[in-house]
């Protein structure tokens, strides 16, 4: 499966934007979806993750209550809605899956950038 993100953008505090990361392949169903985001001089961290069987879902507490994960496996894609952003959630943000849930995500999307003014 391959990866393509989109979504980012320039919000002022406060505001909302959802990504998308659509993903090529007929077996989308069959990956955990994951989303990540590192910011400039700072290391890549987890910020969401959604199971490929039950649909459960996991945030970071950072987000918890703002960032919501979700996915539609007949659009072979999966979001990630963020409200009342801050400025400290700027970032180049990640999608990321792997087969059944197992070991380390290694399919990743390229970069969407989510820039949020105060």
């Known amino acids: 499966v391959q990866l393509q993100a989109s979504g980012g953008g320039l919000v002022q505090a406060g505001g909302s934007l959802r990504l998308s990361c659509a993903a090529s392949g007929r077996t989308f169903s069959n990956y955990a979806m994951g989303w990540f985001r590192q910011a400039p001089g700072k290391e890549r961290e987890f910020v969401a993750a959604?199971?490929?069987?039950?649909?459960?879902?996991y945030v970071t507490d950072s987000v918890k209550g703002r960032f919501t994960i979700s996915r539609d496996n007949a659009k072979n894609t999966v979001y990630l809605q963020m409200n009342s952003l801050k400025p400290e959630d700027t970032a180049a943000y990640y999608c990321?899956?792997?087969?059944?849930?197992?070991?380390?995500?290694?399919?990743w999307g390229q970069g969407t950038q989510v820039t949020v003014s105060s």
């Open positions: 959604i199971n490929w069987d039950d649909n459960g879902t």
């Open positions: 990321a899956a792997r087969w059944y849930g197992v070991g380390d995500y290694n399919i």
